[in-house]
């Protein structure tokens, strides 16, 4: 399966809780914008998949989406 976890630009406040979560999966950018790096996209497992909805569900304005294909 692979999963792409997206941020939106224009709802994103830059809260940082997502990079608070997994460092490795999202950070904050020179605006203070988040966004998802490399590895929160690509083939998952379902530990990581969970991972990015948690944090997408946890984003305070709901700028961040993940969606899955089956490959």
């Known amino acids: 399966m692979r999963a792409t976890a997206h941020v939106d630009r224009n709802l994103c406040l830059g809260a940082g809780l997502c990079e608070v979560m997994a460092s490795e999966l999202f ?11 490399a590895d929160a996209s690509g083939e998952t497992g379902p530990d990581r998949l969970e991972l990015l909805r948690d944090i997408a569900d946890c ?12 490959d």
Do not use: N
């Open 27 to 37: 950070r904050l950018d020179a605006e203070g914008i988040a966004v998802a790096t």
């Open 59 to 70: 984003c305070p304005t709901g700028a961040i989406t993940v969606t899955t294909t089956d």
